[in-house]
């Protein structure tokens, strides 16, 4: 199975902040690779496809970048309802694999 | 708007077997993959099972392969997750999730997501 790792798993910022979220894979994903962002108590959300395609609805102030075996989630200007745990996940090799999740929290 | 409602979790003793279900509207049903996710408690996501539109690839992680059956009734809306021999290591939400794939599509990402059913094993 494909293993990802995201860096950092814990993260502090201040709303209007820029930050930045990696995710290595352990074999290349070609560019199958999206973000999902998470609230507590609530489903998973979809925020990027295809590494960089932003799905509709989501703000463009998240972007995403990288092919291969690195990618990364920028999210910019931070707002108050950007904290939250975002995961990536790969879809080139079966079985589906996500990161093991990365902790916003407002500093 | 797309709407994924799940139901038939609950608690179950090890060993023993449930059957998820989740309704969709708001959305062609028989044109879209469906997923089951799960996430144990305090835990990240792990992925469970994927049907294509037309039920005719199923696929599984080794940790499930061989105990849980994904299966779909397009003429029902419905996706099912039949779970046999369950594992306490099986607690977890299970979230019935629509695929971004349409039809022969390749593209199964997580697209639409329901709220989640509860599946505890304990004896």
């Known amino acids: 199975d494909i293993q990802l790792t995201q860096s950092p798993s814990f993260l502090s910022a201040s709303v209007g902040d820029t930050v930045t979220i990696t995710c290595r894979t352990s074999?290349?994903?070609?560019?199958?690779l999206a973000w999902y962002q998470q609230k507590p108590g609530k489903a998973p959300k979809i925020l990027i496809y295809?590494?960089?395609t932003l799905q509709s609805g989501v703000p463009s102030r998240f972007s995403g970048s990288g092919s291969g075996t690195e990618f990364t989630l920028t999210i910019s200007s931070l707002q108050p309802e950007d904290f939250a745990t975002y995961y990536c996940?790969?879809?080139?090799?079966?079985?589906?694999?996500f990161g093991q999740g990365t902790r916003l929290d407002i500093k | 708007q797309v709407q994924l409602v799940e139901s038939g979790g609950g608690v179950v003793q090890p060993g023993r077997s449930l059957r998820l279900s989740c309704e969709a509207s708001?959305?062609?049903?028989?044109?879209?993959?469906m997923h089951w996710v799960r996430q144990a408690p305090g835990k990240g996501l792990e992925w469970v099972a994927l049907?294509?539109?037309?039920?005719?690839?199923?696929s599984y992680p080794d940790a499930v392969k061989g105990r849980f059956t994904i299966s779909r009734d397009n003429s029902k809306n419905t996706v099912y997750l039949q779970m046999n021999s369950l594992r306490v290591d099986d607690t977890a939400v299970y979230y019935c999730?629509?695929?971004?794939?349409?039809?022969?599509?390749?593209?199964?990402?997580?697209?639409?997501w329901g709220q989640g059913t509860p599946v505890t094993v304990s004896s």
């Open positions: 996940q790969q879809l080139n090799t079966y079985p589906i694999t």
């Open positions: 049907v294509t539109f037309d039920g005719g690839k199923k």
């Open positions: 295809a590494a960089s």
């Open positions: 708001g959305f062609t049903f028989s044109n879209y993959g």
């Open positions: 074999q290349g994903v070609s560019s199958y």
């Open positions: 999730v629509k695929s971004l794939a349409y039809k022969m599509g390749s593209w199964h990402y997580l697209d639409d």
